[in-house]
């Protein structure tokens, strides 16, 4: 049967109840701590609906405990938050949209989806046997016949449906815009020419770069007119700008002598020490490693000394300082092959049968396959290295031998271990270690964070200010331009807090002293821009060279005289050079590069003429196709099939983006998550 742990522990089925008073009153504590108590802030907008902080932090909570998500480093947190928001997009947006579409799931499809004729992934996730990968059926009516009598199960079970009716409607969803394109008679025919036909021809062409900037006036005004005409290419997310400096610490000369010192102090200690456990686990930076290693799972120089029963180090490597020693050693098999039968906690008696069974020469694949609870394909685990094994199940299987059953009962199932394979004795050893990473002293942060408090005294006011303290505490000034959504900045670690200390600030607003890594940071709000287009001021750079470009192209073009390619590169002063094998799906010409006009015109010029000049990212170019040559690779049934498959993939991959386009989502999270 499947047990209610082990769904919780490996598919992330939530088990426990959140209590909603408790849950209310942390909020409305949170809210004061905050500043904005009797208020519950927005902190995002989803089609129309304001997400507010209580329900963003309810859901927030939930799915959290669905997961087993334990936050324990950055990524965790980016992942848990992305799930959210997803969540309440699908809520607001999904939910009420395939609704309007009559997208419904009936009871029959639910059960074929139970019963594996319509494949899920999410009760695949759930009930799939780890011993086959097949999706297990017995195992759900196991689990449906726990819920029976387990409320826990119970709410896991509803979970698993309301889980298993989006993932359906989606689907529906999804076959229903795959339905709604196809690909026409008219695209076969052009798809199965441009497959089928290679290009081979001349070229001229003059790079935009060969032409001085110093020739073109640019104006205000031409930067105006071509921002206005083009300001669709400039839309943005509301942002915010800021300036700031790092204090790094970093270990100096002296901590580095003192780090020395300590490693070969605690060396001396470590390698005399009766109680090596002990004297491991009281130090913060040792370590016992809970598996049996082999020589090969070591480095050379420390097997060596680790298998002779000497200590290894102290020795510096990769910045810190190790020292390791021997705490156990087995002689095992190199490694064993195994079958296993799981069966419940409760099931003790069928247990003794079983190993009774199989010790008087029963055929434990049989056996596995009508008893164990993961019994597809016999049992079988396959083979692997001792060093694989930890604990009891490491202590019974290194004296092992091809035959032997072994009995593991742990936690809420018992499990019957049969070696089939037994490979070549090897020494084994557990190793504890002590590391000393090359790191700052408490002394040394101090300063650096009494750097960073002076630094703070004398910034305060301006930027001017700012930037005048950072010259005189010879740290340099950066600048990060941060977007709704964003939780880190580019180039911090664990900048998360700094974050949000930004898009809670006012412009002009100094930050306090942020730690940031090992480093220490201190940051001022440059600019607050909600605008939807960026400003012509903060894109002049983009926007002067777009207008460069076109006057370089225009400039080339008066320059352009002759009716033959060759007196048109002479006038240009290029040269005529060659293409070939050239065919629509080709990205880069040879000697012009990625230049999609240039293809295009490529494949639609009319043989041996000359073709009108192209506009390109780099320059202007001029093509002239000499010969095509076709063959029939490609079928106009082949090309069909190709080209619809094609469209379909791809609005499926855009259907979701383009609903949240539509949907005007605002992320407003940064202040507050």
């Known amino acids: 049967m499947a047990s209610l742990n082990t769904l919780r522990t490996k598919f992330g089925i939530v088990l426990s109840i959140i209590i909603a008073l408790a849950l209310l009153a942390f909020i409305l504590s949170l809210k004061t701590e905050m500043g904005f108590s009797g208020n519950d802030p927005k902190v995002g907008e989803i089609a129309g609906e304001k997400i507010r902080y209580s329900e963003y932090y309810n859901e927030y909570e939930q799915i959290k405990a669905q997961n087993n998500i334990q936050e324990s480093d950055e990524q965790q947190s980016a992942m848990l938050a992305n799930a959210v928001w997803q969540s309440l997009f699908a809520k607001y947006v999904l939910t009420p949209g395939f ?56 709410r896991a079970w509803t979970q698993l449906n309301e889980q298993l009716r989006a993932e359906r409607e989606a689907q529906k969803y999804y076959g229903l815009i795959r339905r709604g394109v196809y690909v026409n008679a008219l695209e076969v025919a052009e798809g199965v020419e441009s497959m089928n036909k290679t290009y081979s021809g001349k070229w001229i062409g003059k790079r935009y770069s060969s ?95 680790l298998l002779d029963g000497k200590t290894y180090g102290p020795v510096l490597k990769n910045n810190e300082w190790t020292m390791s020693r021997v705490v156990d050693t087995k002689m095992a098999p190199d490694s064993l092959g195994l079958r296993v039968i799981v069966l419940r906690y409760d099931e003790r008696n069928l247990a003794d049968s079983l190993l009774g069974a199989i010790r008087a020469g029963g055929d434990f694949a049989q056996m596995a396959q009508q008893h164990s609870l993961y019994g597809g394909n016999g049992g079988e685990i396959g083979v692997l290295p001792f060093s694989s094994f930890s604990g009891e199940l490491a202590d019974k299987l290194a004296d092992a031998k091809n035959g032997d059953v072994i009995e593991i009962a742990s936690g809420d199932v018992i499990q019957l271990f049969q070696v089939y394979k037994a490979g070549k004795p090897q020494k084994h050893v557990m190793v504890a270690s002590i590391t000393y990473p090359l790191e700052a002293s408490e002394s040394t942060r101090g300063d650096a964070h009494n750097q960073a408090g002076t630094f703070t005294v004398k910034a305060k006011g301006s930027l001017d200010a700012f930037n005048a303290a ?41 930050s306090e002293i942020f730690n940031v890594g090992k480093d220490y940071v201190v940051a001022i709000l440059t600019e607050i821009d909600d605008e939807e287009y960026a ?88 093509v002239r196709v000499d010969a095509v040559d076709s063959d029939d690779k490609q079928t106009a049934e082949g090309e069909k099939v190709r080209a619809q498959a094609t469209v379909e993939s791809m609005v499926q991959r855009l259907a979701i983006p383009a609903v949240q386009q539509m949907a005007e989502m605002r992320d407003l999270r940064g202040k507050y998550f």
Do not use: C
């Open 211 to 305: 032409v001085p900037d110093s020739l073109f006036n640019i104006t205000t005004a031409d930067l105006k007119a071509y921002y206005k005409a083009h300001k669709n290419r400039y839309k943005q997310a509301p942002n915010r700008t800021l300036s700031y400096v790092v204090f790094e610490v970093a270990p100096t000369d002296a901590d580095l002598q003192a780090l020395e010192a300590k490693a070969y102090e605690t060396g001396r200690e470590f390698a005399a020490t009766d109680d090596l456990r002990a004297y491991v686990r009281a130090d913060v930076h040792g370590s016992i490693t809970d598996r049996y290693l082999s020589a090969a799972q070591l480095q050379s120089d420390e097997a060596e000394a």
């Open 535 to 622: 400003p012509l001021r903060k894109i002049h750079s983009q926007v002067h060279a777009q207008v460069l470009r076109d006057k370089k192209y225009d400039y080339i073009l008066n320059q352009l005289a002759g009716a033959t390619l060759e007196e048109q590169a002479a006038n240009l002063g290029s040269e005529v050079a060659d293409f070939k094998d050239v065919t629509l799906g080709t990205y880069f010409v040879d000697g012009i590069g990625y230049e999609p006009r240039v293809m295009g015109t490529i494949s639609t010029g009319e043989q041996g003429a000359v073709s009108a000049p192209v506009k390109g990212q780099t320059g202007l170019f001029i």
């Open 99 to 154: 609704s309007q579409l009559g997208l419904r799931v009936s009871d029959a499809e639910r059960l074929a989806m139970i019963s594996g004729r319509i494949p899920s992934q999410t009760l695949y996730n759930a009930f799939a046997d780890p011993a086959t990968g097949e999706y297990n059926v017995a195992a759900v009516t196991e689990f449906l016949a726990q819920a029976e009598t387990d409320p826990q199960a119970q």
């Open 470 to 510: 950072a010259a005189e505490a010879a740290v340099t000034p950066r600048m990060a331009t941060l977007s709704e959504g964003d939780r880190l900045v580019r180039g911090l670690d664990d900048s998360r807090e700094l974050v949000r200390w930004a898009f809670g600030a006012e412009e002009g607003d100094m």
